[in-house]
């Protein structure tokens, strides 16, 4: 059974950090495009980061583009975010999802993605 399990968010003050993963399980993670998301109260889902399975690339997204870091542990079938300076606009649910195998990853395109992960709270706020 394909699933992802994120885990990591919470409350965290402004210029803080923290680091989400996202647990795999019944498929190899580092085969498959990986992509984090987010989506706060009232807004419409925004691509956070992706991995592309296809050439190991890394893309981010504007909005956080210097202050995100995406990671993997293949061991552990696992993937980070790592989100540096934190900001009250963080505050979101993130999400993590995979998309198709050895594949290019689509940042802006939620839709390529057919495997998503229940999501994890953060809360920026002093």
């Known amino acids: 059974q394909v699933q992802l399990v994120e885990s990591g968010g919470g409350s965290v003050q402004p210029g803080g950090s923290l680091r989400l993963s996202c647990a795999a399980s019944?498929?190899?993670?580092?085969?498959?495009?990986t992509g984090w998301f987010r989506q706060a109260p009232g807004k419409e889902r925004e691509g956070i980061s992706c991995?592309?399975?296809?050439?190991?690339?890394?893309y981010y997204g504007d909005s956080v583009k210097g202050r995100v870091t995406f990671s993997r542990d293949n061991a552990k079938n696992t993937v980070y975010l790592r989100i540096n300076n934190v900001k009250p606009e963080d505050t979101a649910i993130y999400y993590c999802?995979?998309?198709?195998?050895?594949?290019?990853?689509?940042?802006?395109?939620?839709?390529?993605?057919?495997?998503w992960g229940q999501g994890t709270q953060v809360t920026v706020s002093s």
């Open positions: 019944g498929y190899p993670l580092d085969k498959y495009a």
């Open positions: 991995f592309s399975s296809a050439d190991g690339a890394i």
């Open positions: 999802a995979t998309g198709g195998y050895d594949s290019t990853c689509q940042i802006r395109d939620g839709s390529t993605y057919m495997n």
